[in-house]
């Protein structure tokens, strides 16, 4: 019964939070939506239920909706419609609570490079009223963390990128946030940079703390998260763990270059691979320049069959590669964003929903 | 703006419910804070600090070799026949520096702006009065410090041309002279506001930068700044009566002999220097509180949450 009358008591009572310390979700974000002046609908629904402790990515193609949503998230935009509440705390009725608790690196480095790595931090430090005691620690933890503990005492004007991007990841925490927001923070960064990003974001999470990351790089959502969201033309498309969105994908691809991709060759090779075991009601051919891409759940196992089949039909195969579907093919597939729809063979649904797309390539 | 205040005050009277986290300061150490990041700034600066100062000193000496000679006839109806061109000089050179240092202003905001440092500060919880403040302290500061280098500077230059008979300087003393530093920071505060605006209003260094300095010689040139407003022809004496660099100039000229220099407007009620100050200071309090306002609505625009 006292289940019942939490849970009715929760509904009524908008400070839920208020009552248990330690609310469940980091952000509970509610029918979000903003409207630009100029009538531009940049969000138009979009719900957040962020557990604490998650890391959690925002998946998007520009101008999808990400920095407008998470500047709604920090305090920076007041959102049009809905509500939203970070670490309990209500960004329209308590702006400042909300500030104090969480940290937010925006899409463009945001860092006084007059000032050495050392200043910068300890302005933040300020900002953020860390204790005075604490601070010289701190400073130097997080420092240590980003590694710019060598060129602390020197001018954030003459770091790389890379290196002026990691200083903003340190000031973003110097107040051990709950929850830290991270808008597309690797954007513009070469793969090594990145990768060394990653790295901190992961000891960052392992922390406890809760991640907010947007990005559009799929890999990077892979690489991270627990969970994503993709949010295309404003609304959250599709959300789920990896794991989840690539089985929508419908399995592993199985991808096949021909010597001689000749329009009729490639058909006849669709024709043999459609008609083979790999191909069940939730599989798909598709056909590209160089051959055919075999999107199956026995991919792995039964590919070498569609091989022989191929080899005694007289097809010469030069390429052959079998592979786990990337947040690549999920979000193409999803968005149907970057995808050549003029043909049935490469109807973005087919890879998506194979189900309700039956005729691309059967 | 002052929506989000009253509620945050709300909020902050039943902390007693709320989890234990960094908290945000008060006012005054924000103010702090905020004073601190930009002097440090300022300091590292230091060919900005020389040139900007640098620029308004040149005058100053031009002016007095070129024109010291010929001047006297033309200044002295104004302020005395036994004067000399440099003490007429330098509290328009004093209020040059406030123009200066002023003009930065607005070039530090756009800087921010520009660098993100801006909205970092929004998402921060530090007052967001106590962010500007701040940063507007660290340029009254410039001010009294240019200032009194001017007056020095001036006083030295005095010494060297006249042999160490300088007439009177700074007649008014140790008040007059702390005297000229307000006066500075009054006169400052307009175009501060001003260059803020532009600052807000472009959103681009260059474009600030070229509107507030484009008015920086004419309304120098065209005020009582070089010669008294008696000596102007028509067009320019009338552009000048109504230039606030005038009123800024008049009134410091007024604490540098320690008379009534004010030919703009006649007062007579309240005897010898002040009849210069309180007009004068009356009309740029008057245009501070003007620019101010509007300054203030375009930084709570550019703070506000609002989407645009």
């Given at each position: 019964m006292w289940v019942a009358t939490l849970i009715e008591?929760?509904?009524?009572?908008?400070?839920?939070?208020?009552?248990?310390?330690?609310?469940?979700?980091?952000?509970d974000a509610r029918h979000l939506a903003l409207t630009y002046a100029d009538g531009t609908e940049a969000v138009e629904d979009v719900s957040l239920d962020i557990p604490e402790g998650e890391f959690f990515g925002f998946l998007g193609a520009n101008g999808a909706g990400k920095t407008t949503t998470i500047k709604m998230l920090v305090t920076l935009l007041r959102p049009t419609e809905g509500s939203v509440r970070v670490n309990g705390y209500d960004v329209a009725d308590a702006p400042r609570r909300v500030r104090e608790s969480i940290g937010y690196m925006a899409q463009e480095t945001s860092i006084d490079t007059e000032l050495t790595a050392r200043e910068n931090v300890r302005f933040a430090c300020e900002a953020y009223g860390v204790?005075?005691?604490?601070?010289?620690?701190?400073?130097?933890?997080?420092?240590?963390?980003?590694?710019?503990?060598?060129?602390?005492?020197?001018?954030?004007?003459?770091?790389?990128?890379g290196m002026k991007k990691r200083l903003d990841v340190a000031t973003a925490l110097v107040h051990?946030?709950?929850?830290?927001?991270?808008?597309?923070?690797?954007?513009?960064?070469?793969?090594?940079?990145?990768?060394?990003?990653?790295?901190?974001?992961?000891?960052?999470?392992?922390?406890?703390?809760?991640?907010?990351?947007?990005?559009?790089?799929?890999?990077?959502?892979?690489?991270?998260?627990?969970r994503i969201g993709v949010i295309k033309g404003g609304e959250i498309a599709v959300s789920g763990s990896p794991a989840e969105l690539k089985s929508r994908v419908g399995g592993d691809v199985l991808e096949l270059e021909l010597d001689d991709?000749?329009?009729?060759?490639?058909?006849?090779?669709?024709?043999?691979?459609?008609?083979?075991?790999?191909?069940?009601?939730?599989?798909?051919?598709?056909?590209?320049?160089?051959?055919?891409?075999?999107?199956?759940?026995?991919?792995?196992?039964?590919?070498?069959?569609?091989?022989?089949?191929?080899?005694?039909?007289?097809?010469?195969?030069?390429?052959f590669n079998v592979r786990s579907p990337t947040l690549d093919d999920v979000f193409l597939a999803i968005t149907g964003e970057e995808y050549d729809v003029d043909g049935d063979d490469t109807d973005a649904d087919a890879t998506a929903d194979p189900e309700r797309a039956p005729g691309a390539s059967r | 703006m002052s929506a989000e205040t009253e509620s945050d005050a709300g909020t902050a009277a039943g902390t007693g419910n709320s989890r234990a986290e960094a908290s945000g300061n008060g006012f005054l150490t924000d103010t702090w804070v905020n004073l601190k990041r930009w002097m440090l700034k300022t300091a590292r600066n230091p060919f900005v600090l020389t040139f900007s100062?640098?620029?308004?000193?040149?005058?100053?000496?031009?002016?007095?070799?070129?024109?010291?000679?010929?001047?006297?006839?033309?200044?002295?109806?104004?302020?005395?026949?036994?004067?000399?061109?440099?003490?007429?000089?330098?509290?328009?050179?004093?209020?040059?520096?406030?123009?200066?240092?002023?003009?930065?202003?607005?070039?530090?905001?756009?800087?921010?702006?520009?660098?993100?440092?801006?909205?970092?500060?929004?998402?921060?919880?530090?007052?967001?009065?106590?962010?500007f403040l701040g940063k507007?302290?660290?340029?009254?500061?410039?001010?009294?410090?240019?200032?009194?280098?001017?007056?020095?500077?001036?006083?030295?230059?005095?010494?060297?041309?006249?042999?160490?008979?300088?007439?009177?300087?700074?007649?008014?003393?140790?008040p007059g002279a702390v005297?000229?530093?307000?006066?500075?920071?009054?006169?400052?505060?307009?175009?501060?506001?001003?260059?803020?605006?532009?600052?807000?209003?472009?959103?681009?260094q260059e474009s600030t930068m070229l509107s507030v300095n484009i008015l920086q010689f004419p309304l120098l040139f065209l005020s009582s700044a070089f010669l008294p407003l008696e000596s102007l022809?028509?067009?320019?004496?009338?552009?000048?009566?109504?230039?606030?660099?005038?009123?800024?100039?008049?009134?410091?000229?007024?604490?540098?002999?320690?008379?009534?220099?004010?030919?703009?407007?006649?007062?007579?009620?309240?005897?010898?220097?002040?009849?210069?100050?309180?007009?004068?200071?009356?009309?740029?309090?008057?245009?501070?509180?003007?620019?101010?306002?509007?300054?203030?609505?375009?930084?709570?625009?550019?703070?506000s949450a609002e989407a645009r």
């Open positions: 008591y929760s509904f009524k009572n908008a400070k839920w939070s208020d009552v248990f310390p330690s609310p469940v979700s980091a952000i204790p005075r005691g604490e601070r010289a620690g701190r400073i130097d933890d997080l420092l240590d963390l980003v590694d710019l503990a060598d060129v602390a005492d020197k001018r954030a004007k003459d770091f790389s990128g051990e946030p709950p929850v830290v927001f991270l808008d597309e923070p690797t954007t513009g960064l070469d793969p090594k940079a990145r990768n060394r990003l990653w790295d901190y974001f992961r000891r960052i999470n392992d922390r406890g703390t809760t991640v907010f990351l947007t990005t559009q790089y799929l890999e990077e959502a892979d690489q991270l998260c627990e991709p000749t329009d009729r060759d490639v058909e006849r090779a669709r024709a043999i691979a459609a008609d083979s075991a790999l191909v069940d009601d939730a599989a798909a051919v598709e056909t590209t320049d160089d051959g055919i891409v075999v999107t199956s759940s026995v991919a792995r196992s039964r590919g070498t069959d569609l091989l022989v089949s191929l080899r005694d039909a007289g097809l010469t195969i030069t390429g | 100062l640098l620029n308004p000193l040149m005058f100053l000496v031009l002016f007095t070799e070129v024109f010291g000679g010929v001047t006297g006839g033309a200044i002295g109806g104004s302020v005395g026949a036994d004067v000399n061109y440099t003490t007429y000089l330098v509290p328009a050179i004093a209020i040059q520096v406030s123009l200066v240092s002023a003009t930065t202003s607005g070039i530090g905001l756009v800087e921010d702006i520009e660098s993100g440092m801006f909205e970092k500060a929004l998402v921060s919880p530090m007052h967001r009065g106590a962010v507007s302290l660290s340029e009254v500061l410039r001010i009294v410090v240019q200032v009194c280098i001017v007056l020095t500077f001036g006083y030295v230059l005095l010494w060297l041309d006249t042999g160490g008979n300088t007439g009177p300087y700074v007649a008014t003393g140790l005297g000229i530093v307000v006066v500075g920071i009054v006169f400052s505060v307009w175009f501060t506001a001003f260059s803020n605006i532009m600052a807000l209003v472009t959103r681009d022809p028509g067009w320019v004496r009338v552009v000048a009566s109504l230039n606030p660099i005038t009123y800024g100039i008049d009134a410091a000229r007024a604490l540098m002999f320690g008379r009534d220099v004010m030919s703009v407007v006649e007062v007579t009620a309240f005897g010898g220097v002040w009849n210069t100050l309180v007009p004068a200071l009356a009309v740029l309090v008057t245009l501070d509180i003007a620019f101010g306002a509007v300054a203030v609505y375009y930084m709570a625009r550019a703070t």
